[in-house]
């Protein structure tokens, strides 16, 4: 079963594990799947998906983001990965890889880039 909000859009799991201070600045398109984890203060912006990548293992696993993280639009995080703390995901980056804690993490496939000072989207 999935919560769909009709008056925002988002369909957010409700085997998702979300941290406290969790913001969804602009949730159309947003879709949290079942058993991702999200960490505290994190920031998602519109059509972004958090879920599984579909591998031949029937786990299907699902990613964990850290605490802090921003997501920008567009942006897709997918399988059994891990991002960061203090991270930033680009927009339309697809992520299927974990990232380090402190970086910027931009592109298809997605690379991280640390950086200092960073900024959010």
């Not at 910027?104 to 900024?119: E, F, K, L, N, Q």
Request: net charge neutral; aromatic share 4%; proline share 7%.
């Amino acid at each position: 079963m999935v919560r769909t909000w009709s008056k925002t859009g988002a369909e957010i799991s409700p085997g998702a594990t979300i941290g406290p201070g969790f913001v969804l600045a602009h949730p159309v398109g947003v879709v949290i799947g079942h058993r991702a984890v999200i960490g505290s203060n994190c920031t998602i912006l519109q059509g972004v998906t958090i879920g599984e990548n579909y591998p031949k293992d029937p786990e299907h696993r699902y990613p964990v983001i850290g605490d802090q993280v921003t997501i920008c639009a567009g942006a897709k995080i997918l399988g059994d990965i891990t991002i960061g703390s203090n991270t930033i995901v680009g927009a339309n980056a697809v992520v299927k890889d974990s990232m380090p804690m402190d970086s910027v993490v931009v592109g298809v496939p997605a690379r991280a880039v640390r950086t200092s000072g960073m900024s959010a989207c």
